[in-house]
């Protein structure tokens, strides 16, 4: 049966006056979340324009790390992975620009690939024992990591697993930010090799140099995952989780190897990297 139309292209049927009103709303609707910011692609540009903004590490002279030194903690890769930083993981969900803008809880971390020094992967040492700011960071001191620039006031935490608080992969210790600093945002540093950890125990921490950075509280060490991976609004990116990883020898794997980056203080770039042999970014 073929269709034959009843009426002239200008005549009004149904609820076309409804239609109308409903069609300039959602006009005006887009038009003021435009004006605010508020659309999605606005947030994203933003989200991105914010926490990937460069930040200038520190520079060590002597080759040790020191109470508020910004520095990036590199993870050195395996076989099933990649160099990895560790990297704040916030989505448009984290955003908030009242009374400022900066990044809300409950905010997660990750592996990420891109090895670029930005409020993403900077981090502070701070000190937790009244240590002055520039004095000497030392092995199995306690110190915290804080956030810089957009996010900053943030702490890198770990807590004990819980059946609702994890991680989402693989079950193990979740490490995440905090806006408060409590016993659950101490670290430390130890010595990668066992047979000479007790005597660098005290010793000033070195810059660029793998090490563990360990969980004081529940003593399980900061890792990567590499068989864990996470869809973020930066790429596919690993798993960071608190757990010591040990070989049949009792000793650390290299999922829990790590470097405290610095930049060079003659300004060719970043130090760690020509260990990792990584490419420097232009």
């Known amino acids: ?85 560790l990297s704040i993981n916030a989505n448009i969900d984290n955003l908030t620009k009242t009374p400022e803008p900066s990044i809300k809880m409950p905010c997660g971390v990750s592996g990420g690939k891109g090895i670029q020094s930005c409020v993403r992967t900077a981090f502070i040492i701070t000190s937790v024992d009244g240590s002055p700011e520039g004095s000497t960071l030392h092995f199995d001191q306690s110190f915290a990591l804080r956030t810089t620039g957009f996010a900053k006031g943030l702490y890198l935490t770990s807590d004990k697993p819980r059946f609702q608080k994890c991680a989402k992969k693989s079950g193990l210790q979740d490490v995440y930010l905090d806006d408060t600093l409590s016993v659950l945002s101490w670290w430390k540093i130890s010595h990668f090799d066992p047979q000479e950890r007790f005597e660098s125990e005290g010793l000033p921490v070195p810059a660029n140099e793998k090490v563990l950075v360990i969980h004081c509280m529940t003593n399980e060490g900061l890792a990567v995952l590499g068989e864990k991976l996470l869809w973020t609004a930066y790429g596919t990116e690993y798993e960071v989780v608190a757990h010591t990883f040990l070989d049949t020898h009792r000793a650390e794997q290299d999922v829990n190897f790590w470097i405290l980056g610095t930049s060079d203080p003659a300004g060719d770039g970043l130090l760690f990297l020509r260990n990792l042999h990584v490419q420097q970014p232009t």
């Open 1 to 85: 049966m073929t269709y034959q139309r009843q009426y002239q292209p200008k005549v009004k049927t149904g609820n076309w006056f409804e239609d109308l009103v409903l069609k300039e709303e959602t006009i005006t609707e887009f038009l003021n979340k435009r004006s605010r910011g508020e659309l999605l692609s606005q947030r994203v540009d933003f989200l991105k324009q914010n926490i990937l903004a460069h930040v200038n590490l520190s520079a060590t002279f002597d080759g040790q790390l020191r109470f508020g030194d910004v520095v990036m903690l590199v993870s050195v890769g395996g076989q099933n992975r990649e160099h990895s930083a």
